[in-house]
């Protein structure tokens, strides 16, 4: 991830209407802005369309880029913005269906074997499937922080809350995350 | 040992864990290490088709100048947040204005500046990865979209509110079948790399940009033509039912018959892709069903072009199977779709030792 200089670089070649300078974020930011809206929406073909509007938006409204102000945790925001805003109007649209597919989705895990032998896919997949299942607001704070690489500032000023609850929030994922790595095979968890 | 690990932790974390008995700590700590394991938790697509598709469209409004009032974003989005906090928690205080009457007037002006800006935005319709979508057009137009396409359009194909453009303009991203209704205005459809221009008529329009990138018309009835934004003047007019042209550089190629039962299987659920290399068969099973298929570096990209045709409905596994077939390699489902690998690459070692390397 480019430095905090590099971003304020950048705004200032924006506001001056640089096209190179849109390339650059572009080619920077385009994957984790990606990653973390499809997250949130849980549809590939959607964050794409959602990435696209993000750097188009941040073109139309170059000129008033405050270089004092992290970009970067910009870029999130208008992602957290509109990946909450598009989930908003499915559900309102999906309500029902949702509820029935909830509904047979939610079964408990099977219980994991004790195998011995661990197959180091086996725990990735199984990590995935458990970050999925954190609590929204946990799995973003904490998918911020160790995937994207974003700082405790950035990530309150993304999600609108204080650097304490960042941390509280990624430190209730951590622990609810090692109960899982337990039940699943304690030896993971010394070392 | 955990030093290694707990360097990639944040500094304000690493704080807040010597909060914690010390057992607690390095349980801790060792989750965040294993959660390395898992990062990037999705994998991002290939950005040069979004960029493509950016681009495009800064070109397209580069005559407009950028938003003066570009602050009406933040306004937008600040307003949604705070409204998202109230509900959060209503017990923030809420801040007391400094004079009611000016900012009646600033709600006034932004609530202008606002509906202007909705107003002149376009109106998009989008069919994602796996579904189709019909669409009716402000003139009764229909526009029946592929998976992973979109349409956009001026609301009312007006130039300014209550007047009328000169012509019907529709920009597309993907695939699409029109049918046009007629009007005095003629209707133009344009793409990442061309312009088809008809009166009334029955269309196919297929605009990939990216792999194999190029946009084919195929007609179905009436009238078409076909030109690049860099040549207008050098058009290719299809009149006959099943003429198909092609854009790829600054010309389009002359009509050819095309296969139309071929072109607008999609139509009828099937799928049919004809000569495109093998990456650009994968974006389209992608955006088809919806799923995520890698390429194994062992799988030689260059080689030669593939068609498929399935007229009904097919699961996108029986068509992974039978590109396989064709091509003499695996696949194997991941926990996202499919990975196509190659089990005895010829002149691939060169890869697996670059891999290794």
Same mark, same amino acid.
């Given at each position: ?13 924006? +506001? =001056? ?22 997250? #949130? ?75 011995? +032998? ?10 995935? =499937?458990?970050? =999925?299942?954190?609590?929204?607001? +946990? ?41 899982? #790595? ?8 010394? +070392? | ?12 974390? $690493? ?14 700590? $060792?989750?965040?290490?294993?959660? &390395? ?32 009032? &570009? ?30 009457? /000016? ?26 990865? &796996? ?29 300014? %509110? ?6 019907? /303009? ?51 009835? &009436? ?10 003047? $050098? ?16 010309? %389009? @190629? %002359? ?31 992608? $955006?088809?069903?919806?799923? /995520?298929? @890698? ?22 596994? @029986? ?13 194997? %489902? ?24």
């Amino acid at each position: 991830m480019p430095d905090a200089d590099t971003f304020q670089t950048w705004c200032r070649r924006l +506001q =001056e209407s640089d096209r190179a300078a849109l390339g650059q974020v572009f080619e920077a930011m385009h994957d984790p802005i990606f990653r973390y809206v499809r997250s #949130i929406t849980k549809n590939g073909a959607v964050a794409r369309d959602i990435t696209q509007d993000i750097f188009i938006r941040l073109w139309d409204v170059r000129e008033s880029l405050d270089p004092n102000r992290s970009l970067e945790a910009y870029l999130f925001r208008m992602a957290r913005n509109r990946a909450y805003n598009h989930e908003r109007n499915r559900r309102t649209r999906t309500d029902k269906e949702d509820d029935i597919r909830e509904d047979s989705v939610a079964q408990p895990a099977a219980p994991a074997s004790p195998d011995v +032998q661990l197959d180091a896919d086996l725990l990735e997949a199984n990590l995935e =499937e458990w970050i =999925e299942d954190l609590p929204d607001r +946990q799995r973003e704070a904490l998918s911020l922080s160790r995937f994207e690489g974003l700082s405790h500032d950035a990530i309150a000023d993304v999600m609108d809350i204080s650097p304490r609850t960042v941390n509280n929030h990624i430190v209730r994922a951590l622990k609810t995350l090692r109960e899982r #790595i337990r039940a699943f095979e304690p030896g993971l968890l010394d +070392q | 040992m955990s030093r290694t690990h707990e360097s990639s932790m944040p500094p304000e974390l $690493r704080e807040r864990l010597e909060e914690e008995h010390p057992n607690e700590r390095a349980g801790l700590a $060792r989750v965040w290490t294993l959660l &390395g394991r898992v990062a990037p938790p999705f994998e991002a697509p290939e950005a040069s088709d979004t960029w493509a598709a950016i681009e495009a469209h800064l070109d397209d409004a580069s005559a407009a100048p950028p938003l003066r009032n &570009g602050h009406v974003h933040e306004d937008v989005d600040r307003s949604a947040r705070r409204a998202d906090r109230t509900t959060r928690s209503s017990s923030r205080a809420r801040q007391s204005s400094a004079s009611t009457w /000016t900012s009646a007037t600033v709600a006034v002006v932004v609530l202008l500046a606002l509906s202007v800006w909705l107003w002149q935005r376009p109106v998009t319709v989008s069919a994602p990865a &796996g579904t189709q979508q019909t669409a009716t057009l402000p003139d009764g137009s229909t526009v029946e979209l592929n998976s992973g396409s979109s349409v956009s359009y001026r609301r009312a194909f007006q130039s300014w %509110p209550l007047v009328d453009a000169a012509r019907r /303009t529709v920009r597309l991203d993907g695939e699409a079948y029109f049918d046009v209704s007629h009007a005095g205005r003629p209707f133009v459809v344009e793409t990442f790399n061309a312009r088809v221009e008809v009166l009334g008529t029955s269309f196919n329009v297929r605009a990939r940009s990216g792999d194999a990138a190029a946009t084919q018309v195929t007609v179905t009835s &009436g009238q078409v033509r076909v030109s690049s934004p860099q040549h207008p003047d $050098r058009s290719v007019v299809l009149a006959t039912p099943g003429e198909s042209s092609r854009v790829t550089g600054d010309v %389009p @190629t %002359p009509p050819s018959t095309a296969n139309l039962d071929r072109a607008l299987v999609w139509r009828k659920q099937g799928f049919a892709v004809t000569d495109q290399p093998l990456p650009a068969v994968v974006r389209e099973l992608e $955006r088809r069903y919806d799923v /995520t298929i @890698t390429l194994h570096p062992s799988v030689d990209r260059q080689n030669g072009a593939l068609s498929l045709y399935y007229p009904q409905r097919t699961e996108a596994e @029986t068509v992974i199977r039978d590109l396989c077939l064709a091509r003499g390699l695996e696949y194997r %489902p991941t926990s996202r779709g499919f990975e196509i690998y190659d089990d005895a690459p010829t002149g691939a070692p060169t890869d697996t030792a670059q891999n290794s390397a």
